[in-house]
């Protein structure tokens, strides 16, 4: 099982201090975060993609193709790829060049996105959004698959005997999630693939995400791509820690009122309840943590958000010396030792070369 954290980037005011961080400040934060994630024994650092502000990753792969150089282990993903305003083949293109420069250590989870304004600034109608998601996602399978692609669609110029450069590293194209907080036509064409389905249970409570999985799970193995428990499942979570969760508490509150997308709305307290946040010592966020797999089954990616809301980059930098020393470790173990044995691990570039490899010998 892979652990690790994701951010949105967002450049959020400090209420304990009244200072927000510049755009470079915040970037450079970034960084010195996925550093920190791999120094710390973490698997996954994933970058969102925003157009607008207070956001700042609007070039994830350029993000990540920085991170790669000064990281050795690290898998590096997105926490959402536009397939609805990215163009495919761009995506294709952009992706299989930093599956090269990293080496392999690369996915990538795509969404609709959230921010109903960036679909017109880039040509595109949000009310489009399911059809365009299903359609660029088709152009862009067959773009790392095939060498040469015919393609004529509804939402872009036709492509003439067509080849997506750099070809994918191996032969063998990025893993991809399909992330979704809100739609079942997203799980099924995840499961229509055999990709992975991302839920990001940061907001809702978790009966709404149980639906999305189940549905996930069910089609998945509808399609022939292995049991309902072996489909390819991530989860979402948040956490704030302290030693002593009374601490955790005060020192986390301020940040929550005002947090940009949750503040001024339900209670600190009342969030915690209906949603996975947890704010409090280690060992809560491992015991709500553990609740995620009777709820939803096994599954293969577990990501946090740690770095949200105007926590100071050292504030969050000790958030991450936490997880990776007193959760991740034994979480590993105690989601190793429940998992059944026929129920697969977290997809590498690795794993998918060897599987490609060994279909190719059984086609013999």
Wanted: proline share 7%; net charge negative.
């Amino acid at each position: 099982m892979q652990f690790g954290i994701f951010t949105v980037g967002d450049v959020t005011l400090d209420p304990t201090t009244g200072r927000a961080p510049t755009e470079h400040e915040r970037i450079k934060a970034m960084v010195a975060i996925a550093r920190k994630a791999e120094e710390v024994g973490l698997d996954v650092f994933a970058t969102g993609e925003h157009h607008n502000p207070p956001f700042v990753p609007s070039s994830p792969t350029t993000m990540l193709a920085y991170i790669a150089a000064q990281t050795e282990r690290l898998q590096l993903s997105t926490a959402t790829t536009l397939i609805t305003t990215n163009d495919p083949v761009k995506i294709a293109e952009d992706f299989a060049m930093l599956q090269h420069l990293a080496d392999g250590r690369v996915d990538l989870m795509l969404g609709r996105g959230n921010t109903g304004p960036v679909y017109p600034w880039f040509g595109k109608d949000i009310r489009e959004g399911i059809p365009l998601a299903i359609e660029n996602y088709q152009l862009l399978h067959r773009l790392w698959r095939e060498d040469v692609v015919d393609w004529e669609g509804r939402f872009r110029t036709p492509l003439q005997s067509f080849t997506a450069t750099p070809r994918p590293l191996d032969g063998v194209a990025p893993f991809v999630w399909h992330g979704s907080i809100r739609s079942p036509e997203i799980a099924e064409q995840a499961a229509y693939y055999g990709d992975g389905f991302f839920a990001n249970n940061i907001f809702w409570p978790k009966e709404h995400f149980q639906r999305l999985i189940e549905l996930y799970r069910r089609r998945y193995e509808h399609y022939g791509h292995g049991s309902a428990d072996q489909a390819i499942v991530g989860l979402g979570g948040q956490a704030f820690m302290r030693k002593n969760s009374q601490d955790a508490v005060r020192e986390f509150r301020p940040y929550f009122d005002n947090a940009p997308v949750y503040g001024h709305g339900p209670s600190l307290e009342d969030f915690t309840e209906q949603t996975p946040l947890t704010v409090g010592s280690p060992q809560q966020v491992i015991e709500k943590t553990m609740t995620f797999r009777e709820s939803f089954g096994d599954y293969q990616r577990q990501l946090f958000l740690m770095d949200h809301a105007g926590l100071p980059l050292k504030t969050v930098l000790e958030q991450l010396d936490l997880l990776g020393a007193e959760v991740v470790p034994v979480l590993r173990k105690e989601f190793d030792a429940l998992r059944p044995a026929h129920v697969p691990d977290a997809p590498t570039h690795a794993s998918l070369v060897a599987a490609r490899d060994e279909a190719v010998a059984i086609a013999r």
